[in-house]
Nanobody, 129 residues
Framework: QVHMVESGGGSVQAGGSLTLSCVFS????????MGWFRQTSSGMKREGVA????????TYEDSVRGRFIISQDSAKNTLHLVMNNLKPEDTALYYC??????????????????????WGQGTQVTVSS
């Protein structure tokens, strides 16, 4: 059974950096379509931040492109999100997610959290101005 646990969230000032990690267990992370999503408040739809497919291709939401980097460490079965030059609007609860396959073009998946079967519990990122 797939299980994911995020860590690395925290409070930083604008311009700072954080690295989120997601430890993946129950299977091999490299087989899955992986993503980072965020939710700004309870009840709001989760929005995609970055997607990484099993071939190593990536895509990013426009507001984070050039600032965030998604990667995975297959040896440690861990997904990472390096976040640089953080802005107050990046404040959100960040989730890692996994799907059995990337069934759509990667950019479309940013808006399709419903395509993802497995979710972590989330880690809070707060950016102050």
């Amino acid at each position: 059974q797939v299980h994911m646990v995020e860590s690395g969230g925290g409070s930083v000032q604008a311009g700072g950096s954080l690295t989120l990690s997601c430890v993946f267990s129950g299977s091999t992370i490299s087989r899955y379509c992986m993503g980072w999503f965020r939710q700004t408040s309870s009840g709001m739809k989760r929005e995609g931040v970055a997607i990484l497919d099993s071939d190593g291709d990536t895509t990013y939401e426009d507001s984070v492109r050039g600032r965030f980097i998604i990667s995975q460490d297959s040896a440690k079965n861990t997904l990472h999100l390096v976040m640089n030059n953080l802005k107050p609007e990046d404040t959100a609860l960040y989730y890692c997610a996994a799907a059995d396959e990337c069934a759509r073009p990667l950019f479309w998946l940013l808006a399709k959290p419903e395509d993802y079967t497995y979710w972590g519990q989330g880690t809070q990122v707060t950016v102050s101005s």
